[in-house]
């Protein structure tokens, strides 16, 4: 009976403190870090405020301006020094009449009112899943303000569904709500209590969660509001320089899919990069990668591009985040995740794996990893990349551009059948992946 009484009072004592957390956060959102409104005595003077431009702390500048702590080491400012050359991003960076938020705050402590923008030919739909993340969550959620303020807040939206967290990820996740309402960008998101049922089928189950993330991607199309690329992240730590590389290649490769490479670390001693998601990312080979990054796929010339941190064509990669042709999602193909189809005994592969398969069977083909963007699922194995070189010179388009070929005839699959099963339990089997051959126009 102690032991239950000391239990119940330290889960008052914590829950205490969550709450004091969101409502200092909240508050200071609120009144510091965005747009801050003084309380009026009288109506008359409330009115005539009202004409007048907001201010706008600077503090709030250095939020999406600022880059999170892993995000500022010395070795990764200079690798962005390296990838910003030749004003490689500029292109994506949202058109502005005003002087940037940098060279303002610099010559003044406050400013007045919101940078004047223009809207660029790119919108974004960014889409995310989260659960029992709050470790990383602070650390995305700097990234991603950064990553909005540079492609302009008005050219995103952004939709998010949680569920199941046990976490503080439901509260910090409420909290970057009010944030970006607070900043006009249109968003959704969801926190759910809903937890994954024991014995329900892995592939089935996320499925629908990633398609929760995708609701609002329907409802802005039925009012008018369609986006040029779809940004699907999932719980990896990243820099807002490998996002903008990804959209860059997206737009020089005309690709369909383009993904970075996600890895884990050897373990507590070994500090060895390897390649995560080989239960998904296939080679021109139809081979699975391989988790050494010495031999991480089979065909050749991919290999040779690898080697030189070149991007290079994939028959289906996701690998932690992934930019998306959107046309797919839109009638009338109208892809959604799935779990496989057993009337017609196809292999139940990961629902991303058949993402990429019903891509090919609907005529988008143009697949591409990019290697110089590598992502983690964990804070302590994504400062190892301040160790793993990536500062070869950045090659010119001509020499990044790819070339494109057709397609395996095959691919490995090895499908996760049983229920409540996490992993694959099935032999690899080779099976074809569309009904209209593997031409690549």
């Excluded at 607070?182 to 998101?189: P, Q």
């Amino acid at each position: 009976m102690r032991s239950f009484r000391f239990r119940l009072s330290s889960l008052k004592v914590r829950n205490f403190f969550v709450v004091v957390f969101i409502l200092l956060f909240v508050k200071l959102s609120l009144n510091k870090f965005y747009f801050e409104q003084p309380i009026e005595e009288s109506t008359e003077e409330s009115i005539e405020e009202s004409t007048q431009e907001p201010h706008i702390d600077p503090i709030y500048f250095n939020l999406v301006i600022d880059p999170a702590p892993l995000c500022k080491t010395p070795k990764r400012l200079s690798y962005d020094t390296l990838l910003e050359q030749n004003d490689r991003y500029v292109k994506l960076r949202h058109q502005q009449k005003n002087k940037s938020l940098n060279e303002t705050l610099q010559k003044t402590k406050s400013f007045a009112g919101p940078v004047d923008v223009q809207p660029v030919g790119n919108q974004y739909f960014f889409a995310m899943n989260l659960y029992n993340n709050q470790e990383l969550i602070p650390h995305i959620l700097q990234e991603l303000l950064r990553l909005f303020e540079y492609l302009g807040p008005q050219n995103i939206y952004f939709s998010l569904y949680e569920n199941g967290s046990t976490d503080s990820s439901k509260y910090i996740l409420s909290m970057f709500k009010v944030t970006l309402d607070r900043l006009e960008i249109r968003n959704t998101i969801v926190v759910d209590k809903k937890r994954k049922p024991k014995n329900a089928h892995r592939i089935e189950y996320l499925a629908k969660a990633r398609n929760k993330a995708l609701e609002s991607l329907e409802t802005e199309s039925s009012n008018g509001r369609t986006y040029d690329k779809i940004v699907f992240i999932n719980d990896v730590v990243f820099c807002r320089n490998d996002i903008l590389e990804l959209l860059y290649q997206s737009d020089l490769q005309q690709s369909d899919m383009t993904c970075p490479l996600d890895f884990n670390s050897g373990g507590v001693t070994d500090k060895t990069i390897r390649f995560r998601d080989t239960w998904i990312a296939r080679d021109l080979n139809g081979k699975s990668f391989k988790e050494p990054l010495s031999s991480i796929v089979s065909h050749k010339e991919s290999l040779n591009r690898f080697k030189k941190n070149l991007p290079f064509q994939v028959q289906c990669c996701w690998n932690g985040a992934v930019v998306l042709n959107p046309k797919p999602f839109y009638k009338p193909n109208s892809l959604r995740f799935r779990r496989g189809n057993k009337k017609v005994n196809e292999c139940s592969a990961s629902e991303c794996s058949l993402m990429c398969n019903d891509f090919w069977e609907n005529g988008f083909r143009k697949i591409v990893t990019v290697p110089r963007v590598l992502v983690p699922y964990k804070l302590k194995d994504f400062k190892l990349l301040d160790n793993y070189d990536r500062r070869n010179r950045i090659p010119s388009p001509v020499e990044e551009k790819i070339k494109y070929i057709d397609g395996p005839e095959k691919i490995e699959c090895r499908g996760l059948e049983k229920p409540g099963a996490i992993r694959p339990d099935q032999p690899i089997i080779w099976v074809k992946y569309t009904t209209n051959g593997t031409a690549v126009n």
